[in-house]
């Protein structure tokens, strides 16, 4: 046996799924919302309202490296990201399951590292962890499926924008594609949009603040700001026109952008994704306090307008590592 | 474009990921809980009591073989591993989110065909695809997720199990395990045995059944029956005895057995998983029809025995394919 407190000199193979488990899972207790959590054949929750579920895989080399991200940022991104589509309905996230598919190979100390960071994120998104699965395969594979409670409201789509409404956001854009941009060429700084690449910050419980104020649409910014608001033109029929003197471009994107082939800066929050804001239409009068409004819903063909025109700059959009 | 009806000749990595979720949940439509289907941030479901959740995650190599199944075989095992989870809680199984990881070399023909065995073995179950996600990875791998109404009871544990009470089945015991022996032998025979490692047929609605007649304790049987009632006499303190003339061994699994090194089939039955029978203790009076009584339920020490005794024979049991 190793000594309390010691890493764990094995691998995953070595110890095998149910010993597995039993780390990932030991102390995990049940509250709130969880009726039963880990160890039976299915957890059980009891939901307020109706139930929004979600589910976002995350694979090795594909959504991140291991060289680049702590195994502990990788348990936290694959929470947030998850949690993150929940909170674009509306809903209170309040419990989550988590598969793991890692090769054999794996120091056991990479999966408790993993482990303490789902369930880091977890506290800090209000979700419990209640259910999971382990098992090997040649690279890391991490599959989130969140729980959500609407609570007695109805959710918020992607198709509910009007025109007449205001576009108006809660968290932060193109962090993380900054980061991927330094990283990608070798570079572990600016220290700050290295890190959102490594652990996005969602605006936890905004989404439902959202909800609450009246939202009429709503999504996160996973694929990019005009990639996701071309869904909601698309399922509201409306056009969405960006202002972008509204968006505030950080330092250390100036930075990466000035530093990287005479960059815009504005392809990094236009086009780049990961780092979960949330965006949604209202009623100019019933934006919530903390959210800027960032644009504004028109009648028109179903498309996404930069300042009244398209955009025609550069891109950062998500495209995942592989070609 | 491909004509309609017409094999498409292309990869994943040449159709994309959106084309390719298209393709998958063309047609989904929402009827029943499903308030709200595939295609915004998450789904919505109405449930009538508690929510019952459980995830499974098969592996390319590990739990299937490409050579060995169809990939409508594995999207239908896929659907019937994690289902069969929430049978096994009593629950009513209502919707399913499904990832897949795929190489990007994957033909599409095969996406398509997995993604019709998904739905084929959703329909048999009786629950309807919510939503999912598709990403690029070394090998397949597939997270299913089943979201289940319990409808007003509570959720029938493995730890309810009382001294007095009989231990009953539904569905079938070591099918695939034999098929396993088989196809890693490089046989193609007894085909009953091959077809069931590939699509395991659960019995489907039974536990349910069984919850309402009050069994109280209930598990699925995925590692094998001795694995599995071990979890059962742990989480309920009891002994657990197993009678073996009750137990229904087929003709394919004798062949198999006398064809293997002079095997015995009852270690098929006691200790094959995969097949995703139901076990449960029910008071000797309230054993639904249809269901077998195969054992009893003993004041003592948590443990399992075959007839009174320790098993000692040989062990089929489930190991997935790497050492």
């Given at each position: ?6 890493p764990?000199?094995?691998t ?38 109706d ?5 976002d ?53 990479w ?12 506290e ?94 709503l ?17 509201s029929?409306?056009?969405?026109d ?76 998500w ?5």
């Open positions: 046996m190793t000594p309390p407190g010691a764990d000199p094995r995953v193979g070595e110890v095998g799924e149910f010993a597995l488990i039993d780390a990932i899972t030991s102390g995990l207790g049940t509250s709130g919302p969880v009726v039963l959590g880990v160890g039976d054949d299915s957890a059980v929750l009891r939901l307020a309202g139930l929004a579920v979600s589910t895989t995350m694979v090795e080399d594909v959504h991140f490296r291991r060289d680049w991200s702590s195994a502990e940022d990788v348990g936290r991104k694959a929470v947030a990201a998850c949690v993150s589509d929940a909170e674009a309905m509306g809903a209170v996230p309040i419990g989550l399951v988590v598969s793991l598919a890692a090769p054999a190979s794996t120091p056991v100390e999966v408790t590292g993993f482990a303490d960071g789902v369930r880091a994120e977890c800090k998104a209000g979700v419990q962890l209640v259910g999971g699965d382990t098992t090997s395969a040649a690279q890391v594979v991490v599959t989130a499926t969140v729980l959500a409670d609407l609570g007695g409201l109805p959710p918020v789509t992607r198709a509910g924008a009007r025109p007449g409404q205001v576009l108006a956001m809660a968290g932060r854009l193109g962090w993380a594609a900054a980061g991927v941009a330094v990283l990608g060429r070798g570079f572990r700084s600016p220290r700050a949009v290295v890190v959102a690449h490594r652990v996005p910050e969602p605006p936890y419980g905004e989404g439902r603040v959202a909800a609450e104020a009246g939202a009429s649409a999504t996160d910014v996973s694929d990019g700001l005009l990639a996701d608001l071309g869904h909601v033109a698309r399922a029929g409306v056009t969405l960006v202002t972008t003197s509204a968006l505030e471009i950080a330092e250390p994107q100036k930075a990466v952008a000035a530093a990287i082939g005479g960059g815009d800066p504005l392809a990094f929050q236009l086009t780049g994704g990961d780092d979960h804001a949330l965006v949604g239409a209202f009623d100019a009068d019933r934006v919530p306090s903390g959210w800027t409004v960032i644009g504004r819903v028109l009648a028109g063909d179903p498309q996404v307008l930069v300042d009244g025109a398209e955009w025609t700059g550069a891109s950062a959009g495209q995942h590592f592989a070609p």
